[in-house]
């Protein structure tokens, strides 16, 4: 049971096991725990002459993680295991989660539907209800519409949390400013502007004492960035060249 569980419905690891539910007034005589465990909070040992009948809960080390279950908590489910043991005489079912692997736990009724047809289920049990699996071809059917309708309202959901938390229409308004933009067309700007600034070449002779000093540095830098033996002086003179070449087009356009 293990193996057909793990290959044809959670479609995981072969060895992996699973947990058991049982009554909680015959959990002792199957299971070495003190107390009751409706929440699956602790792995227990089972019982020697029980390790064959329920191999599927019982890992490879012996132990098992337990549910007990009482007509208190859950009258259906109760009663199920109760005639499920009166007609093999083991009172425990295998429980797991309900859901495929990488999936989430079901939430709803089209996640339950939408996950019975996707693996090898050949029953659902809903609210009273028992499904009986469908046809291959309407499974395939029922996919494709769950699938749709399972998105569509996770969307929704989605949309109308978000519109809690934040302005859409300002984010979609600087996704849109965003995409105007293409980093191959900014570094090739930056490229371009880079290429003017190192032909740049200022006028030595005019201006005042300052201002030629200023022309005189700044042809300096042009020249390190083109001509020194060091790279890193070359690098750093680039980038020195490049914003000097920013301010002089900034002060050209004033």
Known sequence: MMEVVNTQVKHRERFRPFAPSCLEEKQTEYFDIPCNSPFMLMACKVKEEYKEKIPAITHIDGSSRLQSVNASQNKEYYDLIQEFGNLSGVYVLLNTSFNDNGEPIVENYQDA?????????????????????????????????????????????????????????????????????????????????????LNLKFNENSGSFL???????MNAIVVSAKRSQWKVIRFFAKIIAYSNYTIYLFLRRR
């Open 211 to 217: 201002i030629k000093s200023i022309k005189k540095i």
């Open 113 to 197: 539907l939408l996950s019975f047809v996707r693996t090898g289920l050949q029953y659902l049990y809903v609210e009273g209800y028992l499904i009986e699996r469908p046809t291959k071809e309407r499974c395939d059917e029922l996919k494709l519409e769950l699938a749709k309708e399972v998105e569509n309202q996770v969307n929704a959901k989605y949309n109308e949390i978000s519109s809690n938390f934040c302005d859409l229409n300002k984010y979609k308004r600087i996704e849109n400013d965003l995409n105007r933009f293409r980093f191959i067309e900014i570094f090739q700007s930056l490229r371009i502007n880079l290429r003017r600034s």
